[in-house]
């Protein structure tokens, strides 16, 4: 049966699921369950994580499984390589992307490489959940979308949902695999709401989404900015114009032949993506469509990203750092050279 | 509580002044800040410092602005006590142009590098390093300067914790560690999270001076500290202190609290409040009259009133600074129309 929940709740169903299907999925993380060995307490859980996630899980899988950890970033995503590579499933909790900073020689150089080193001879089945994504008046330092940065190093796969179906099946699909993935969610979306079925399935990683047919230009957004696309496209209706609109929804494998089938039907490509410009997951999939699209292409490849600067604190800055769909409107409007588009 | 019977060595009547001043100004903007928070007026994560104020207030009774402290996610009281005006302060959490840090920061990245404030952190653990590198600088250039890091009973258990008090202590730099011990991370108990009795036996590793002090206590937090920074200004080396305190608020607003007992938030609420017990000892050592301190309270009072008024009347940044104060410099040569 098909129901409404929010992102956040689909998320938290994937990880009860993963966990009934298979004794070896764990999570840990910083108070994934909260309170530990608080008396008072007993097994209703202080928190379930800082956005309340994977609230409700300790009560069912107890805290054998569901571990909360000091903050020792190195030490439990460091552990958590191991603990996969030793026979475990271990979904391991970095509350925000951007603690990155405090484990990334464990993510970099341990996890994604001690297959590749060890001959093949080893498997490191782990997921890292991360919160990422501007517009939650969070600043610099919990704001960031890093997933252009992982997506960039071999031997880890990369996933950013949008929506909550996808959310769920993606998580259950990162969870099975047997290599290290990093799950996105983005902190704005947790209370979106979308229709999600009630048992287990999955999406195969590297397997993108048309989330809006079209035949006039092909938008490409990331994560939350599938949905700016979408609103964008929606305006663009009104002017005759059918945006398509591509989610790749993981990055690490990317779906290139969807972007690719894409821009051979509607000649235009626009890629929405939050994070900042250089190095980034829209630099590449610009860099591989002109690569092996460029046939197809009537215009340049246009790219609508934060500015190169950190996220600012100040909603009065964060609101204009982000990309909007008016923003999108305006780039479509210089590509198909029409300025009545940017008034919509 | 047992705040000293005795007189406490430095505390003079004009000593007394300021860290009764200081400990006022922290609790009544972070009440204020609480209000302000669930009047939805506040945007971002908010992390109040309130019943705290006597591990801040002692420590910072010993430097002046060109020694460095480095803070933490709880950061508003070590601004207020290293100096920082409130009306930049208060402007700064409703993200206005004219807030210590242009709106940029936010509460959680508020400072003042003229004030030596080297910012509240985002990443718990973030501070130890950055201390080290300002004692580092203190020591090269001879400066007499000593650098304070604050940090959390959480943050004792990141990597970094090893990493800058052991590189301090190499290097015999002029750094004191402060540990902020509020009994959680969050909603995770120092007991679970922590595999030591007190984050200061740890001092002994490095071969340090390790002291835990109540850190309600502004009398004892102020002596431990006198003792510190004396023994960093004359090149002995870094010294860790703990500071036992207890945070009124939950870890960030919104925070339920479930994890917490409600008969510790009594009494640290009532009896063991560390204003309370300062201006009981104040009255009582004759150091602050009752008078004054009505007046300190009520002009404290005002000051913060005013704060909100000048952040809410001042404007926002614009689009103009959104990219600037990335770099210092930075030249991306224009490409010419061909
Ligand atoms: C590297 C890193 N990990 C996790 C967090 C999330 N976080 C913010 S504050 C906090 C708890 C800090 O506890 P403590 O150090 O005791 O300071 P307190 O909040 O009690 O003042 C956590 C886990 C973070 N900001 N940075
Ligand atoms: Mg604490």
Redesign the interface.
């Known amino acids: 049966m098909t129901r409404m929940i929010t992102f956040s709740q689909a998320i938290n169903e994937a990880l009860q699921l993963a966990m009934r299907k298979d004794e070896n999925v764990i999570l840990m993380g ?2 994934v369950a ?5 008396d ?2 007993q097994d ?1 859980e ?2 379930g994580g ?1 956005m309340g996630v994977t609230a409700g899980l300790v009560q069912e899988f107890g805290r054998d499984r569901i571990l ?8 439990y995503i460091g552990a958590a390589v191991t603990t996969a590579a030793t026979g475990m499933r271990p979904v391991a909790e970095l509350m925000f992307n ?2 990155i ?2 484990c990334l020689d464990e993510v970099m150089n341990q996890g994604a490489k001690l297959r590749y080193m060890f001959g093949g001879k080893a498997k490191v089945p782990l997921t890292i959940r991360t919160m990422h994504g501007a517009g ?7 704001s960031q979308s890093l997933y252009g940065m992982f997506t960039a190093i071999p031997g880890i796969k990369v996933v950013v949902p949008s929506t909550p179906y996808d959310a769920k099946g993606l998580l259950l699909a990162a969870i099975e695999d047997d290599d290290p993935v990093v799950f996105f969610e983005d902190k704005t979306l947790y209370n979106v709401k979308g229709e999600v079925p009630e048992g287990y399935y999955t999406i195969p990683l590297g397997q993108g989404e048309i989330k809006r047919p079209g035949s006039d230009l092909t938008i490409v957004g990331i994560g939350k900015q599938v949905q700016t696309a979408l609103t964008a496209a929606e305006q663009l209706v009104k002017k005759g114009i059918e945006a398509e609109v591509v989610d790749p929804r993981s990055l690490s494998p990317l779906d290139e032949s969807i972007i690719l089938d894409s821009i051979m039907k509607t000649n235009r490509l626009i890629i929405v993506d939050e994070a900042n410009p250089r190095c980034s997951i829209a630099t590449d999939i610009s860099a591989m469509a002109a690569d092996k699209g460029f046939d197809y292409l009537d215009a340049p490849i246009k790219m609508i990203t934060a ?4 996220v ?6 964060e609101d ?2 982000l990309p909007t769909p008016d923003k999108i409107l305006k780039v479509v409007s210089e590509m198909i050279e029409d300025d009545s588009i940017v008034k919509l | 509580m047992k705040i000293s019977e005795e007189m406490v060595q430095g505390i003079t009547s004009e000593k007394a002044k300021w860290m009764y001043q200081k400990m006022c100004e922290i609790r009544m903007f972070e009440d204020r800040v609480h209000e302000l928070f669930g009047q939805g007026l506040l945007p971002g994560f908010i992390h109040l410092y309130a019943g705290e104020e006597a591990v801040a207030v002692g420590v910072c009774a010993h430097l002046d602005d060109k020694d460095s402290i480095t803070s933490t996610h709880r950061g508003h009281g070590h601004c207020i006590a290293k100096g920082c005006e409130l009306d930049g302060m208060m402007a700064e959490l409703y993200g206005k142009a004219t807030g210590l840090c242009n709106g940029k920061g936010g509460s959680m990245h508020i400072a003042d590098v003229e004030k030596g404030m080297l910012g509240a952190n985002g990443i718990v653990g973030g501070g130890f390093p950055l201390a080290t590198g300002a004692g580092l600088t203190a020591k090269l250039k001879k400066t007499g300067a000593v650098a304070v890091c604050f940090f959390g009973d959480g943050a004792g258990n990141h990597g970094t914790f090893h990493e800058g008090i052991n590189l301090a202590a190499i290097w015999n730099l002029p750094v004191v560690f402060v540990a902020e011990n509020n009994g959680y991370a969050e909603a995770t108990p120092f007991e679970y999270a922590s595999s030591c009795t007190n984050i200061a036996d740890r001092a002994e590793a490095y071969n340090i001076p390790g002291e835990v002090v109540d850190g309600k206590d502004v009398t004892a937090v102020f002596d431990a500290a006198q003792r510190a920074v004396e023994r960093a200004r004359k090149g002995e080396g870094p010294s860790l202190i703990e500071c036992k305190t207890y945070r009124n608020y939950g870890h960030f607003e919104g925070d339920a609290q479930k994890y917490k007992t409600s008969e510790d938030k009594k009494s640290h609420v009532e009896e063991l409040d560390a204003l309370k017990t300062f201006r009981d000892y104040l009255i009582r050592q004759e150091l602050v009259t009752e008078v004054d301190l009505d007046e300190m309270e009520r002009s404290v009072k005002e000051a913060v009133e005013k704060s909100v008024k000048f952040a809410e009347e001042s404007p926002l940044p614009t689009a103009a600074d959104l990219t600037k104060d990335v770099y210092v410099s930075y030249e991306t040569p224009e490409r010419g129309e061909q």
């Open positions: 910083e108070d909260g309170g530990a060995e608080v008072h307490l209703e202080a928190w800082v909360d950890t000091p903050i020792s970033e190195a030490g951007d603690f900073g405090s939650f008046r969070a600043a610099a330092q919990h500015p190169h600067c950190p600012p604190f100040s909603p009065a800055l204009i750092y």
